[in-house]
């Protein structure tokens, strides 16, 4: 399995960007699809975006044309360029892995990284 190290979280203001990434280390070779979840606070952990296993791209309606999601390969990093962000963006970030079926790993999540968005 991979281990994951999240970083780019912080403060901002309504409006303003951040950029958020993920660094992979281990059994990089066998993951599946990449993605970011978010948690705000009482609140369940929902789906932000993804890149599938062709390259997929897939985004929540609520991120869609603000956010983009992006994979190094050669860096082993998975990025979120979050633009025009909104108070309720605010949110405990997540980077999600996949893993390829017939290796029977569960996917697996990072520490989170926090977002927070000032109105």
């Known amino acids: 399995q991979v281990q994951m190290v999240e970083s780019g979280g912080g403060l901002v203001q309504a409006g303003g960007s951040l950029r958020l990434s993920c660094t992979l280390s281990?059994?990089?070779?066998?993951?599946?699809?990449v993605g970011w979840y978010r948690q705000a606070p009482v609140k369940k952990r929902e789906f932000v975006a993804s890149i599938g296993s062709f390259g997929t791209l897939n985004y929540a309606d609520s991120v869609k044309g603000r956010f983009t999601i992006s994979r190094d390969n050669a860096k082993n990093t998975i990025n979120l360029q979050m633009n025009s962000l909104k108070p309720e963006d605010t949110a405990v970030y997540y980077c999600h892995v996949d893993y390829e079926v017939a290796t029977g790993f569960p996917p697996s999540w990072g520490q989170g990284t926090q977002v927070t968005v000032s109105s």
């Open positions: 281990g059994s990089i070779g066998v993951i599946s699809a």
